[in-house]
């Protein structure tokens, strides 16, 4: 307890005032030493799963949202102990009117300001429409659509800066809720394809150095960080299934603090025996070349079905 304040939590390594408490530890955390909890989480998984090495060109997906936000700063306070890498932020311009303009000048300020290259990316300009114009009558396929066409997106601009890893700011729970939704939908090349391994080599690595730090901390993180924007949100969230599938763990989660990390690892166990058949079975699409697991991939499959 802090002794001014008889009742407060304190950090259980300095006695400052907590700022969290770490459910599945248990420990209560000031701010400075938060901050250096998720530094080096972040750093330690980078180096246990190689997910970047000298010489690398990261792309780093910046949307300008909070997770991605906290990608780049953290990413940035690690560059010293990177050797020889280069980080080149990239966003992607859906075309969400009364949304993504806002998010896409936090992006802009926020990479001026730490000095690192941006590129920006928007739909029409590589699918010839926004996403508004591609979801009329078909808003309750938002997510998935999108979802789509922003990775492809995403794999362009990082194949345009010649990056050698493409990094997001998928989170644990972000992480935690995809396992469960291609669970529910009975999707297993997903639930493998979703965990960003490859060793087909046929695709720019993608890396999730944030995929095992909650939401909860990364938000705590921003405000230590006097990063904290308050954005608008995606007028097509209320369509989204992981909506529901959040609340769900969330509640499960606080019941049963180690849900999210539990899931994470059943994932890695599921992946290891089913990844190696499944990258074999891809060929070329034959409109675009990429690697696909049928005749059409699944963007160019999809971009038939959007009328284009
Ligand atoms: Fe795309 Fe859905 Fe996210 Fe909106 S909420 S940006 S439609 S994935
Ligand atoms: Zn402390």
């Known amino acids: 307890m802090d002794p001014n304040n008889p009742g407060l939590p304190v950090c259980f390594r300095c006695t400052a005032p907590a700022v969290i408490f770490q459910r599945d530890s248990g420990h209560h955390l000031c701010g400075a030493h938060l901050v250096e909890d998720i530094e080096s989480r972040v750093a330690d998984l980078i180096k246990t799963r190689g997910m970047i090495a000298p010489g690398d060109r990261v792309a780093v997906a910046l949307s300008g949202g909070k997770d991605s936000t906290a990608l780049l700063l953290l990413l940035v306070s690690l560059l010293p102990t990177l050797h020889d890498?280069?980080?080149?932020?990239?966003?992607?311009?859906?075309?969400?009117?009364g949304y993504r303009d806002a998010t896409i000048t936090a992006a802009e300020h926020l990479a001026c300001d730490l000095g690192i290259e941006h590129h920006c990316i928007s739909f029409p300009e590589l699918f010839g429409n926004s996403l508004d114009v591609f979801l009329k009558g078909r808003e309750t396929q938002a997510c998935s659509i999108c979802g789509i066409l922003r990775r492809k997106a995403l794999a362009v601009g990082a194949r345009q800066v010649s990056a050698t890893k493409l990094a997001t700011g998928h989170n644990l729970d972000d992480e935690a809720q995809s396992v469960l939704m291609n669970v529910f939908r009975?999707?297993?090349?997903?639930l493998i394809r979703n965990s960003g391994t490859d060793?087909?080599?046929?695709?720019?690595?993608?890396?999730?150095?944030?995929?095992?730090?909650?939401?909860?901390?990364?938000?705590?993180y921003l405000m230590?960080?006097?990063?904290?924007?308050?954005?608008?949100?995606?007028?097509y969230t209320r369509y989204a299934l992981r909506r529901e599938v959040r609340s769900v763990l969330s509640n499960f989660e606080?019941?049963?603090?180690g849900t999210m990390l539990h899931l994470m690892e059943s994932r890695e166990k599921i992946e290891q025996p089913c990844t190696r058949p499944i990258i074999a079975s891809l060929h070329s699409c034959r409109e675009c070349g990429d690697p696909s697991s049928s005749d059409l991939c699944q963007v160019c499959s999809l971009l038939r079905s959007l009328g284009r």
């Open 85 to 97: 890498v280069k980080l080149i932020a990239i966003t992607i311009d859906e075309g969400i009117a």
């Open 224 to 235: 230590l960080k006097n990063a904290w924007k308050e954005l608008p949100e995606c007028p």
């Open 199 to 220: 060793s087909s080599g046929k695709f720019i690595p993608r890396i999730k150095p944030l995929s095992l730090i909650p939401e909860k901390e990364i938000a705590v």
């Open 186 to 190: 009975g999707d297993l090349p997903r």
């Open 254 to 257: 606080y019941k049963h603090p």
